[in-house]
């Protein structure tokens, strides 16, 4: 046997140290996935909400200028006719 010779063995231990190194990190990689999925579905809630609140806004903006800029022309109207 030459020097750079591994038998079985050590082979079957160097496999079983790698293959337990591989499922840690896929144990701690799923892990991670889970943390940024729970914090993804917090954001994106905070996210829905402003969205909410954005729509809400525009809409009320939007009935406000349908019923205040007929009214402000009407007086505007009335006060030039007036003079």
């Known amino acids: ?4 010779s591994v038998s079985n063995g ?3 231990v160097m496999i079983e140290a790698l293959t337990t190194e591989l499922r840690a ?14 914090k993804l579905d917090h954001t ?3 996210v ?3 969205e909410q609140y ?6 009320a903006m939007t009935l406000g200028n349908l019923i ?3 009214i402000i022309v009407q ?6 006719l007036k003079n």
């Open 68 to 70: 205040a800029v007929p």
């Open 75 to 80: 007086w505007l109207t009335s006060v030039i």
């Open 25 to 38: 990190g896929h144990t701690e990689v799923i892990q991670q996935v889970a943390a940024a999925n729970t």
């Open 10 to 12: 050590e082979l079957s």
């Open 1 to 4: 046997m030459s020097r750079n």
């Open 48 to 50: 829905r909400k402003l």
């Open 54 to 59: 954005k729509y809400v806004m525009i809409g």
């Open 44 to 46: 994106n809630g905070r």
